[in-house]
């Protein structure tokens, strides 16, 4: 049997223990295990055993992911959202789907010290939509907004999946994170220009709210000013090389627990709910990653991403061909499979070919990382829809699905820009770092 | 009829919430770590060295110790294709053997850790620059990795008696 096919029965494997509902990293490393003690040795197939899953628990860089989960559990109890919120819906409240304008822009706020965008979504969606149906939205704006609102917080950095992708591709986290940020404000007025065309079309989809003085307003700015700072350090003090991502991510958490506890909202109980749901994120991240890490070299010695990089690379398809049926795969696995799952599973098979067609892996990642937002909206397993059906369990799941259609499509618009202006991603990492 | 109880389902619960708090208290601990390695370098131009060496080792402490917890409380993630429409009893078979066989893997990580562990501290390794012994971490994932098992154990028993996988009640 050739490595190839070894390769495919693996794969075949792989698939089969992941729909039998076995956890994404364990199902990895099993088939990364037996695939490299069958094709390379048992006694090296046990070796890594032991040693991948400490290689990766005592990495250095790693430490960025619990920090910065800490940093967005900590600013969600310091009640940072509520001030985002309040700072956005003095600002835009009275315009005609203001509301909602300000839901958008306070998850992108929220999405600047959160690296996760279910915590976004579930956060802003229990600040925002009580709010919304007070004033009469409709249903399906109000609970779409949130669901996609949520998303930025894996685009704009910290992102966890920023970091994921970095681990597994041995690209630079603070390139990534500095090549989210363009991205990211670009999708958030993408959003807003949806909600605005919207209302425009359907004014009764997001009536004004009242209208505040301009003093108030101010208020409500300064009232947000505090996480403004935080953002400030951390993100801007990886921008000039002042911090690694691991010290900000370090600083950042510090800085937001110190706000909390100026708050007063550092309890025992609030404290140990805090690091219990950080502890929770960082083995989920944590498993994925030892579980990638086994089944990668199981895969390169496989030849498949080769094999598969020298057919698409040899004259036969265009780059841009294959990257757009590379995106088009994406955004159809997006719609049943979990992102993070997407993301480990494929990524083996699909950096190298990346590489080999001549992409920047960076701006690649944020495709990728966008790509998988959409599937966090997408039917029927997209979590932050289920997350907002949490939160509005009166309004049917084909009215949410419905009302984050525009949004889907401002995401689509958004990668159609990215493919067409790679720029929007790389300027800032380039202009920090060189290109 | 009502079930039985099964004193150490709650047992498990405890341990793998104890095991999960030490990870959180050791990453406040490293928080707290980076700040203090950026004041001193920034504000009296004293680089930590020693202070990378604790947060590499810290962060086996937070990664392994929750590593139960989170496989407890189903954080893990996986697909659930065929949740929807397979019979109970084939979910009940099928969620057994896959939950066995997950444990199977986790307890020879456990064992390879443990084993590697051993060697380490016969070979006296420890770490870069302040050669913190690397053996007690080797332990760490040791002990997480065997809580894992011993928590993946207990859900194949429930799935075997067609219990939910997540609720111990």
């Known amino acids: 049997m050739t ?17 039998l509902r076995m956890p994404v990293g364990i199902a990895m490393a099993v088939v990364g295990t037996v695939g490299f003690g069958v094709l390379n040795s048992w006694p090296a197939t046990l070796a890594q055993l032991g040693r991948e899953p400490f290689v990766f628990g005592s990495s250095y860089e790693l430490i960025v992911i619990p920090l910065f989960v800490l940093m967005g559990n900590l600013a969600s109890l310091s009640g940072m959202s509520r001030d985002l919120y309040n700072a956005a819906y003095a600002w835009f409240g009275h315009w005609r789907g203001g509301l909602a304008l300000a839901t958008i822009a306070a998850c992108s706020g929220f999405a600047a010290v959160s690296g996760s965008s279910v915590a976004s979504a579930i956060t802003m969606g229990r600040v925002a939509l009580p709010e919304m149906r007070r004033y009469g ?20 950095p910290p992102s966890t999946g920023f970091v994921i992708y970095a681990i597994l591709t041995e690209e630079s986290i603070g390139r990534l994170f500095l090549a989210g940020v363009l991205p990211g404000l670009l999708l958030t007025s993408l959003f807003m220009l949806s909600i605005y065309i919207q209302t425009r079309i359907n004014p009764e989809l997001g009536p004004p709210g ?87 070299p199981f895969i390169a010695l496989t030849e498949i991403p080769e094999n598969l990089a020298s057919h698409l690379t040899d004259g036969s398809f265009s780059r841009l061909t294959v990257l757009f049926l590379i995106l088009v795969t994406y955004i159809v696995l997006g719609t049943f499979l979990e992102g993070f799952a997407m993301l480990v599973l494929t990524l083996p098979i699909v950096h190298p070919l990346i590489v080999a067609l001549g992409y920047d892996p960076i701006w690649f990642g944020v ?68 290109s | 009829m009502e079930e039985p109880s099964r004193p150490f389902e709650p047992l498990i619960e405890r341990s793998v919430r104890t095991l999960a708090i030490i990870g959180g208290v050791t990453l406040l601990c490293l928080m707290l770590l980076t700040v203090y390695a950026v004041i001193m370098r920034y504000v009296f131009d004293a680089p930590l060295l020693w202070a990378l060496d604790y947060a590499r080792v810290g962060l086996v402490i937070v990664t392994f110790m929750g590593l139960a917890y989170c496989g407890w409380t189903g954080g893990h993630i996986a697909v659930d294709f065929i949740g929807g429409f397979a019979p109970p009893i084939v979910l009940r078979i099928s969620d057994t053997i896959i939950r066995l066989t997950c444990a199977v893997l986790i307890a020879l990580m456990a064992w390879q850790g443990l084993e590697q562990g051993l060697d380490a501290l016969e070979m006296g390794e420890g770490t870069n620059e302040v050669e913190i012994p690397l053996f007690p971490f080797f332990l760490v994932v040791a002990i997480g990795c065997a ?3 011993i928590v993946l154990i207990a859900q194949a028993l429930r799935a075997a008696r067609g219990a939910d996988l997540n609720d111990p009640a």
């Open chain 1, 3 to 19: 490595p190839t096919e070894v390769g495919i029965i693996g794969l075949v494997a792989l698939f089969v223990l992941l729909a």
């Open chain 1, 137 to 156: 939205y409709d249903p399906k704006l109000a609970t779409g907004c949130i669901a996609a609102g949520g998303t930025l917080g894996i685009l704009i």
């Open chain 1, 210 to 296: 009242p209208k505040l003085p301009l003093l108030d307003r101010f208020r409500a700015l300064s009232q947000a000013s505090a996480m403004v700072v935080i953002i400030v350090i951390t993100i801007g003090g990886i921008y000039v090389g002042a911090f690694s991502p691991t010290e900000a991510a370090g600083v950042g958490a510090f800085l937001t627990l110190l706000l909390a506890f100026w708050r007063r909202r550092v309890t025992g109980e609030a404290m140990t709910s805090v690091m219990l749901q950080t502890i929770r994120t960082t083995s989920l991240a944590f498993l994925i990653i030892v579980g990638a890490h086994i089944f990668s």
């Open chain 1, 367 to 434: 495709t990728m990382v966008i790509v998988l937002e959409m599937g966090l909206i997408s039917p029927p397993v997209g979590i932050n829809v289920f997350v907002v059906k949490g939160i509005a369990d009166d309004v049917p799941l084909s009215q949410i699905f419905l009302g984050i259609l525009p949004f889907w499509i401002a995401m689509g618009v958004c990668l159609a820009l990215l493919v067409a202006f790679p720029n929007i991603a790389l300027f800032l990492p380039n202009t920090m770092f060189g």
């Open chain 2, 147 to 149: 809580a894992y098992a």
